[in-house]
């Protein structure tokens, strides 16, 4: 069974920015595409980016492209999410999934705030 732990999170103020982990263990994380979600209060959980197993093909949502990268380091069976530009309205819980495997992550807070 798949692992995954989120770590990064934070509280930051408005313009600021965050790097968010995702550790991945007890899969060929190599192998699999991963995503990044989030999900505010009283929100529906949505898909931030996702990443092939290799990193090439990348996809953002339209809220966040331009302002959010997301890489992956096969090496360390880690991916990343690097979060500039922060608004208030990105404040929620963010979580690693593997859609293919549908494994989650507990998730981090994210609060972006003066």
């Known amino acids: 069974q798949g692992q995954l732990v989120e770590s990064g999170g934070g509280l930051v103020q408005p313009g600021g920015s965050l790097t968010l982990s995702c550790a991945a263990s007890?899969?060929?994380?190599?192998?699999?595409?991963m995503s990044w979600y989030r999900q505010a209060p009283g929100k529906e959980r949505e898909l931030v980016a996702n990443?092939?197993?290799?990193?090439?093909?990348?996809n953002y949502a339209n809220s966040v492209k331009g302002r959010f990268t997301i890489s992956r380091d096969n090496a360390k069976n880690t991916v990343y999410l690097q979060m500039n530009s922060l608004k208030p309205e990105d404040t929620a819980v963010y979580l690693c999934h593997t859609p293919s495997r549908n494994y989650w992550g507990q998730g981090t807070q994210v609060t972006v705030s003066s």
């Open positions: 007890g899969f060929t994380f190599s192998a699999f595409t």
């Open positions: 990443i092939g197993p290799a990193g090439g093909v990348v």
